[in-house]
């Protein structure tokens, strides 16, 4: 069934684990994403940038996710990731997104909580949970190769939860968007000294090309949301070019639909293990 972020993301704080956020591009990654978290038993969010928006529209992204989640066995919610301006999140809201983030942390502390508590001032009347982000994340979206990123202040992150009344942190420990250029330098420590003086749950970005150690102690040291997109991405066009190339006289898009979202099941479901989601549904 179609539900709000909100106790998803409350009981994976209480029982110690991340639910896995993933990114979709078209029917077949929702479809996929969320026939992977019923074989898991797993509770899970489906996501879109405002670039994936754009490329279709929030009431597409929103009646493809509400239409397989009626069905589905398990807790799904659609969430509107890095919201860019109060229109898209509220609009999203309209559409039916039951989750939105709104991103402003690219703005000044000050601008970024304006931003943000305009944005929760809307969505509590509605029911709909926010997620906000401060530090930053590297990379830019929807890029392979990432860059810069800013670690968090704990305090400023506390103050930053109670001047806004947000309902989830996504917060800078080093990860950045897209594939790492060499090793990530990640401060893991920081997770727990954010979750020391926050109480709402944190949601980790960038998780892409992270190994499975780091995300799993992220997760330990208290991040609540883990978000995948880049590599769903590659794994879904490397077997479009994988039978393309093997029989290039394929031309019916389901075949092709159907070795991608066996290949993104794949990856969603070895990232579900790492999250620690696994029948928690
Ligand atoms: P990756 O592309 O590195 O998985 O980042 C995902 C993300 O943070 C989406 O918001
Ligand atoms: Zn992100
Ligand atoms: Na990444």
Known sequence: SL??????LLEAQKGGYAVGAF????????LAV??????NNAPVMLQTTPSTVKYASLEMYSAMVAARAKSASVPVCIHLDHGTDYNLAIGAMDAGYTSVMIDGSHDSFEENIKKTKAVVDVAKAKGIPVEAELGKVGGKEDDLVSDGNANTDPMEA????????????????GTAHGFYVGEPVLDKEL????KEVVSIPLVLHGASGLSDEDVRECVQR????????????VAYTDAMKKLAKE?????DPKKYGTVSMAAVKEQVTNRMKVCGC????
Not at 158 to 173: C, H, Q
Not at 247 to 251: A, L, M, N, S, V
């Open 3 to 8: 539900v709000t972020s909100k106790e998803m």
């Open 23 to 30: 990114n979709v591009e078209n029917m077949e990654m929702v």
């Open 34 to 39: 969320i026939e992977a978290a019923e074989e």
């Open 278 to 281: 696994i029948g928690k549904a």
């Open 222 to 233: 208290g991040m609540c949301k883990v978000n995948f997109a880049t590599e769903l991405r």
């Open 158 to 173: 506390k103050e930053f939860v109670e001047r806004t009344g947000v309902d989830s942190l996504a917060i800078g420990i």
């Open 247 to 251: 029989k290039p006289e394929t031309f």
């Open 191 to 194: 997770v727990s000294k954010v």
